[in-house]
């Protein structure tokens, strides 16, 4: 196998307590845990139809409300070549890596 050097000219992350590279680095630095657990509503139904039991192992639920949760993000959908009404109506993950990419994009 080789490997081809690259250059890394631009850094964006969006992460639980973290939504720049230099969040990222305080965090680190300081130690801190940022599970928590789901906030009121992120799973769109209720907990009992989610949450079970470990010991019961149904794929389909978890056992634990605790996670790495992004909070405190807002997405602006102007700028992209996609009408902005489009851009709303796609999953957040979506509006994540948007929103990263461009950061990346900018900071390099």
């Known amino acids: 196998m080789s490997f081809a050097p690259i250059a ?10 973290a939504h720049s590279p230099r969040a990222l680095f305080d965090l680190a630095r300081a130690g801190r845990d940022q599970l928590t657990d789901a906030p009121v509503g992120r799973w769109r139904v209720p907990d009992a139809h989610v949450v079970t039991t470990a010991t019961r192992g149904a794929l389909d ?35 994540w890596v948007l929103d990263t990419a461009r950061r990346a994009l900018v900071d390099a």
């Not at 890394?8 to 969006?14: D, F, H, P, T, Y």
């Not at 056992?63 to 009408?83: K, Q």
């Open 8 to 17: 890394i000219v631009g850094r964006a992350c969006l992460l639980p307590g």
């Open 61 to 95: 639920h978890t056992w634990t409300r605790r996670g790495g949760y992004v909070e405190g993000f807002s997405f602006d959908p102007e700028g992209y070549r996609v009408a902005p009404d489009a851009l709303l109506g796609v999953d957040p993950l979506v509006h």
